[in-house]
C-alpha cells in the first residue's frame, strides 16, 4: 500500500506567455483529503489536469497513486477518479449510458459496468432521472452524475476540481455528505475550491495557490494561526469611556489595541495565553468601573486569511 | 444521500492490461464502446444523418435527370451506368467531410477531457470514430445503389464483382474517414475543419472522370485528372459494376487507370497507413 496518494514536486507549467503553474509542491498523504485552494486563474484546474494525466507539466515531478504521472500514465489512470467543474457528461446520452460507458472504458466486464452504474444511481438518489438524457438534467443533478462517474471504479485518489461552485446551498451540502462518505472510507482526496468554508469543512491539510505559486500551507488551524492568530474583542457601554478602557487593555498586555469604525469597540492580539488575558482584562476593566457591553475572543476566519494571502493582486497597477 | 456499505471493493479496480494479446483485446473493446456511443448520438439526433441520406438521393436524381438529359458520351452508352459510380464514391467523400466538423465539434465537449483520463485505448476514441463512420458510408451507398435501381442502373458482371465494387467503395470511405479525422483534430473550430475539407472535396472529386471522360479535357488537366485517385477508384467500380463502355484508353491514361483496382487497393491502404497514426498521434 502506497502512503503518499499525491506527491508534487517543483511542477512547472507554461502557456505561451503564461505562467501557470510555477514551482509547485504539495503532498497528499493516503486516505487523507487535500485541499487547493485559490481565486480564479489561480492555476488550479491546470495542476489538476497534469495530476489527471491530461495535461503534461514542462518541468517537475509528480507521483499520483504510488506512479509518475508522466512516465507511467496508464498506472495512474488505473488507480484514479475524475470529477471535475467541466461537468464531463455526454449530454447526448442517458446518466445510465454515460455510467456504463465510463465504467467499460475503465475495463470493468460489461456486467459489472451495467450493475455498478445502477448501484451509483441508487446511491446518488439518481435513479428516478437514470433513463433521460443528461443535457436536461438540472445543475446539481448533472455534478451528482458526474461525481458518480468519477466513481465507476473504486478510486485510489479521486480529483474532484471545484466540485461544489454554482451550486446552490442544498446541493452543495449534499455533495459534501457524500465526500465525507468516501473520505471515511478511505479514498484520498485531492479536491480545489475557492471557497474556504469547503476547505476547513473537508480538508486535513490546506495548500493555499496565487498566481501560479503556492503561498501558504499548513492545516486550517495552521493557517490561522499564521495570522495573526486570535482576537479580543471588547464593546463599552458608554462610548465616553473607550480610552480608558483602551488603556488599561495595553496595561494587562493586550497588544495592538485598536479601535474600529464602531467608537464603543476595541480590538487587540490575544497573545499565548488568550483565556488568561481575557479573565485579566475583565477584572481589570471591572475594578475600574468601565461598563462592558461585551467581552469576547475570536479567531481569525479562514476567508480573512485567504483574503490577506491573496490580497496583493487585488491592487490595480497604475495605467 | 450515501449510504453506509464501504464503497471500495478491490474486485471494481481492474489491472492494466496483461501482455501485448490483452492490450490489443481492450483496444478492440474500447474503440467498440466508442462506436457505440456515436450509434446512440445518431439515435438521439437522426437529422445528424440527414446529409448522409438525402444528399445521395438528390446527387442521383440530379445528375441522371438534369445533366443526364444534356451529356452524350463519347463511344456512346448509358449515361447513368456511367454516372453511379461516380456518384457512390464522391458521396463517401461528402460523408467525410462531414466526419472532419464532427470530431473537431467533440473535441470541445467535456467528455473528451474525461476520456483522457482514462485508462482506455489511446487509439480507441478515433477508431471508434472511424468504425462508426464505416456504417453512415454503408447507409449512404445502400440508399443510393436503391436509388440508382430505381433509375434503371444495373450491374452487369454478377453478384460477386458487385460486391467486390461496394467492399471497394467500404474501404475508401474508411480511409477517408481517417483523413477527415486527422483533419478534423488538426482544425481549431469545426468550421475551419468545413472549409478545408469542402475545399479539398470539391476540386478532387470533379476534376476527375465521376461525371464525364476525361478524354475531352484540356491535356495538362486530362493529367491531373486520369492520377487523380478518385478517378481510380471510380474506374474501378466501373470495371466491377461492369460498365459496358471502357473509356480509358489502356497505357495512355496511366497506370492508374489502366490497373483501377490496384491503384485502389494501393492507395486508400498508404492512406490508413499514413492517417491512421497521424491521428492518433494528434489525440494524444
Redesign the interface.
Known sequence: MIDVAVDVRGLCKQFGPVRALDEVDMRVPAGSVGAVLGPNGAGKTTLVKILTTVLKADSGTARVAGHDVARAAEQVRYRIGVAGQQVALDGLLTGRENLVMIGRLHHLPAALARRRADDLLERFRLTRVGDRLTRTYSGGTRRRLDLAAGLLVAPMVLFLDEPTTGLDPGSRNALWDVIAALVSNGTAILLTTQYMAEAERLADRITVIDGARVIAEGTPAELKDSHGGTRLTVVVRDAGEVAEARRILRRVGAGDARLSGDPRRITAAAGGSPTGLLALAARELESAGVALEEIALRSPTLDEVFLALTARDRTVPPC | ????T????????????DGRLDRMG?AV??SA?VA??EL??IR??PEKLLDVVIQPVILVLLFSYVFGSAIVLPGGGDYREFLMPGIFVQSVFFVGAGTAAAVSLDMT????????????ARS?LVAGRTLADLLGVALSLAIMAGCGLAVGWRTHRGPAAAIAAFGLLLLVGYATSWLATWVGLLARTPEAATAVSMGVVIPLTFVANTFVPTAGMPTWLRTVADWNPISAAVEACRYLFGDPVVRADGAAAGWPLSHPVAATLCWTTLLIAVAAPMAVRRYR
Open positions: 444521500m450515501l449510504t453506509a464501504p464503497l471500495s471493493t478491490d474486485y471494481l479496480r481492474p489491472s492494466p492490461p481492450w473493446r474500447d464502446t457505440g456511443r446512440l448520438h438521439r439526433l465537449e467535456g467528455v473528451i477531457e474525461r476520456f483522457r483520463a482514462l485508462p482506455m480507441a
